[in-house]
């Protein structure tokens, strides 16, 4: 299988990129780690007339530090967030989730922005965005946004980043010493989850659902109840609610959500350990 | 639109007009007649693609020649030792029997090399993460899971040139 014709510009920086697509238009898409959109490219499904590489923009790689947050540049390879020791200590779910997209080679090209802004429902950062409550830094020409996770994502494939706009950054409040957990069910190593559950507990409770929804899902309902300290029973009680999952060749829409009620459990056993 | 890009594969530098879309495995194969490189789901999936980008695996069927440009590439063909000894993995697949039918056996070797470079001494399970993105469908994944073993335990194998 092969892309569609396109043309190829390279961005040497944001301000670039930004210029770029500008200039080229709403038939332009930007290129990061490929691993979603090349792909898509390969299936015809997606057909840009032109491609604009970010993949060379250094200055979108990094993890720091920043008071009560960990800003990780949006073209930090999954790679680089799973070992890295300051995400280990403050975002251990993002570390873990970052280690469970895909295979050792996807983690080697696939970036966290990339993942995201692809708002694919099955994918897995999404999920840990939701339930640790980050935001999404959002540059284009008339300046810079700041998006809250839950308003992020849209419908499917659909982010709330605007022709012009590129993700520059996720500014993750940090979740140090607090409970966590990554359920995914899947049938095969490196398959795109059935259901997964991502719990982040503490001070700042979470828990998104993947493949539950036409987009990354944030099950407010269950996330206010464990904020309220309620019984895991009552917070499984309402772990579906608004949920719209996908009937496929791997589970009806009641085998999702019993499997987000199992997974859910399996969560707050694992977090509590 | 076509591009001029230049890599560097096996050591040697390489440079060619190709057109923006051309993917990294089909450079290899059809640009510079590299063919030990396998396309195999070409979805992603199968891992039989996978060659070292900068020494990092990688499914070279999702990457763009044009997005390696001025990278290093290593592929199965590059796996050898300067003497033409085989190296401690290609060894270790040959004593332990980690193939059968071959068509995996080139993005296994290279998965696994890029393993132990990071990971010297890798156990069972480690073996097996790091290889969850590659698919046999011969071995089971035993023989594979020893042949990683063997060449973990060899380092410093060399046949003393090429057999």
Redo the contacts between chains.
Sequence with gaps: ????????VEATSVADAIRLLAEHGDEAKL?AG??SL??L??LRLVTPAT?I?V?HIKELSYIKEDGNNIVIGALTRH?DVELSELVKKHLPLVAHVAGEV?????R??GTIGGSLVHGDPAADLPAAALATGATMVVVGQNGERRIAAQDFFIDFLETAVQPGEILTAIEFPKHTNAGWAYEKFVRR??DYAIVGVALQLGSQPGVALVNMSNKPHLAESASQAIAKGAAISDVLAVINNNTNPPEDLNATVEYRQHLARVLTQRAFATASK | MTIRTSITVNGKETSREVEARTLLVHYLREDLGLTGTHVGCDTSNCGACTVLLDGEAVKSCTVLAAQVHDCNITTIEGAAQADGSFSPMQEGFRQEHGLQCGYCTPGMIMASTALLAENPNPTEEEIRHALEGNLCRCTGYEMIVNAVRWAAEHPNFTSGGAK
Excluded at chain 1, 102 to 106: H, I, L, N
Aim: no cysteine.
């Design positions: 299988m092969i892309p569609a014709q396109f043309d190829y290129l490929g691993h090349i792909p490219m390969k491609l590489d993949t790679r895909g295979d050792p080679q996807v080697n090209r190593a490196m």
